[in-house]
């Protein structure tokens, strides 16, 4: 079995009118199981481009991508779908949490969509919430959580569904220094004690100093690509 | 998918209930429309009903035959001008037509009915016993006229209910009594049971009857004897009446013998021909109510897509979670379109419960006489469901059709 994403010379071009933007200008990359990754590059560098394709929210217009042994890179919009639902867990900035709608119920949302009976929704909801350090807040709204709580909650979102992998777009961006803390050494104790693959994209260098592979792109291309250590994740 | 499909029309009506002065204002032209179809297709099936049983009580299987028109120099009669039919007709339709159970002859005028020193004009009907069989009256007091008074030429009477409050005191038996037509006396031996109002309106109790013979001697002259104002025949089953239709119009040229080019001395009617005419005015109101009832329907249906435009709008954000946790596109339009139909759904039930009390408060206010057809609450029910389903195809085709990057991004 070959690594968990195997991606060769993907290039995403958008056309705004007459001019052509080149997103991506043939990136390669393998990410093997369990590691823990951070895609780091300023805003327009093409990271959010890279996240997408890779999430199968969108298809490269050129070049091969592989999940997990699956060729995803030319597949239709159900086919993504399904992907998404079992093998990708996505955690977003702004938490992307659905209003009005308990915790239980937005971390259930992917369960839903596979057609689990409802049981067996409630269930795994709430043993993910747990994982998170939410049990018991099951049946609290988004709208009475803190925003580090709602961060979690979307988290236990990404994992209820057991996937293969965890993509967190600037999973701190809108949260204070001690939630985005709590946040990262929640998301390494995810990978080292479950040995769940994590990349996380960011523009900050702190937040990726948790990570054991740093990522640099830059103009659409990836410019470095270093194993490190990570910083010493306490508390998790 | 059943938990699915069970899962989102719970969703929905989570999402409906936030806003309830929204979706209640949404639903509204669905109320208002499937109410007004209920209470005005229930009126007009009453009324229907209501002449249905008119003409039945002048029975459905009768075949009426008037006396043609004739053309003397030119100028026409109208319609009993002539004096085609006779006694010895109906008696011959009777022999040659195995169908007729019965046939029946009758002539009348309008006439003054005098009782003690009371008096009130009616119509005075000289008729063979077979008429009353065929009109199928029935009696509160006494009993019919008898073929020995049409024999003897009997001077007996039965009375409609109209003759008698207007010639007897409350609680004074006619029957026994002695009244004067044209200064012949009667005695009455009958009282007929109400009928009400004919399906044309007039008053079918404002009657007298008396044997043909005796009508035609004493009271109501005659131009030749056995000449009659019209006849009557009947058949065992409704079914049969076209086809005795088409034997006594045979039966009646050959007997006046009619060439081929020459129309008929005589015109045949039936009740279902009345009723119909009847019904047909009753159809085209119903149908325009319909119309009416359609085009809220249609409003609302509007209402229905305009509002869940809006909440696709608004929901851009949550339908990109949905899809980027795995949502399919069909996910997200089944999503939509129930909400679609709760809405409207709702709203057809809602008015199918304001139509029937609608149609209630009809009846008792107007008096007007209503029925409340299943079919019809059947059909507002599966109209309003087809109205949700298609004005909620648009909007949640939009949001199936979102990508869901933008659609995450979207503030």
Redesign the interface.
């Known amino acids: 079995m070959g690594a968990l994403i195997v991606c060769t010379d993907l290039w995403k071009i958008y056309r705004l009118g007459d001019v052509e933007v080149q997103a991506l200008r043939g990136v390669s990359l393998e990410i093997e199981r369990g590691e823990f990754v951070a895609v780091i590059g300023a805003s327009g560098s093409g990271k959010s481009t890279l996240m997408?394709i890779l999430?199968c929210?969108?298809t490269p217009t050129r070049g091969r991508y592989w999940l997990d042994g699956q060729d995803v890179g030319s597949m239709g919009?159900?086919a993504l779908?399904?992907i998404?639902?079992?093998e990708i867990g996505?955690i977003?900035q702004n938490f992307?949490?659905?209003?009005?709608t308990s915790a239980s119920e937005n971390v259930q949302?992917?369960l839903?969509?596979?057609?689990?009976?409802?049981r067996e929704q409630r269930t795994l909801a709430a043993a993910a919430l747990a994982r998170v350090g939410l049990a018991g807040r099951e049946h609290h709204y988004p709208a009475q959580l803190s925003g580090g709580q709602q961060q979690r909650v979307a988290i236990a979102?990404a994992l209820v569904?057991f996937p293969a992998i965890l993509l967190a777009d600037e999973p701190t961006g809108n949260l204070d220094t001690e939630s985005s803390r709590d946040i990262m050494v929640t998301l390494a104790r995810l990978n080292r004690e479950d040995g769940l693959t994590v990349m996380v994209v960011t523009h900050e260098a702190d937040i990726a100093a948790y990570a054991a592979r740093e990522i640099v792109v830059k103009d659409g291309q990836i410019v470095s690509d270093r194993r490190k250590a990570p910083v010493h994740a306490r508390g998790g | 998918?059943g938990?699915?499909i069970l899962?989102t029309v719970l969703t929905a009506f989570?999402v409906l209930s936030?806003n309830r002065l929204r979706a209640g204002l949404t639903m509204l032209g669905i109320i208002i429309g499937v109410g007004a179809v209920i209470a005005m297709v229930s009126i007009g099936e009453g009324a229907k009903a209501a002449v249905r049983a008119q003409v039945a009580s002048m029975g459905t299987n009768v075949i009426i035959i008037l006396p043609g028109t004739t053309t003397v120099g030119g100028v026409r009669g109208g319609q009993g001008g002539a004096v085609t039919l006779t006694v010895a007709d109906a008696l011959d339709l009777k022999k040659k037509i195995p169908l007729l159970t019965e046939t029946a002859w009758a002539k009348r005028d309008v006439m003054q009915i005098v009782y003690g020193n009371k008096n009130w004009n009616g119509p005075v009907n000289g008729v063979s016993p077979g008429y009353l069989t065929i009109r199928d009256w029935s009696y509160t007091s006494g009993g019919p006229i008898t073929q020995a008074d049409l024999d003897t030429a009997a001077r007996v009477a039965l009375i409609g209910q109209t003759v008698v409050e207007n010639l007897y005191e409350v609680g004074e038996e006619p029957v026994g009594s002695t009244i004067r037509i044209k200064n012949v006396s009667f005695k009455v031996v009958g009282v007929l049971a109400p009928k009400g109002q004919s399906a044309q309106g007039s008053d079918q109790d404002d009657i007298l009857f008396i044997p043909f013979t005796t009508a035609e001697r004493k009271v109501l002259g005659t131009q030749f004897l056995g000449s009659v104002g019209a006849l009557f025949a009947a058949t065992d089953r409704p079914e049969d009446l076209p086809e005795a239709v088409t034997a006594v119009r045979e039966v009646l040229r050959a007997r006046h013998r009619l060439q081929p080019d020459q129309p008929d001395d005589f015109t045949i009617r039936t009740q279902v021909d009345i009723g119909r005419v009847q019904e047909g005015t009753g159809q085209t109101l119903t149908l325009m109510m319909f119309a009416v009832a359609s085009i809220s329907l249609l409003v609302g249906g509007i209402g229905i897509m305009n509002i869940l435009l809006v909440s696709v709008t608004e929901r851009t954000?949550?339908i990109?979670?949905?899809?980027?946790?795995?949502?399919?596109?069909?996910?997200i339009l089944i999503q939509f379109l129930i909400e679609a139909m709760t809405l409207s759904l709702f709203g057809g039930v809602l008015g199918i419960v304001f139509g029937i009390l609608g149609a209630r408060a009809t009846t008792v206010v107007a008096g007007w006489p209503t029925i409340i057809s299943v079919r019809s609450i059947l059909v507002a029910f599966l109209f309003s469901l087809a109205v949700g389903l298609f004005f909620g195809l648009y909007p949640a085709n939009k949001a199936a059709r979102l990508n869901?990057?933008e659609a995450?991004r979207y503030e």
């Open positions: 997408n999430g929210l969108d919009s159900d779908a399904e998404r639902n079992r996505f977003f992307n949490l659905i209003p009005r949302l992917p839903f969509y596979r057609g689990a009976s409802l979102r569904s | 998918m938990a699915f899962l989570r936030r954000r949550e990109g979670v949905r899809m980027a946790v795995g949502a399919k596109r069909r996910h869901p990057i995450l």
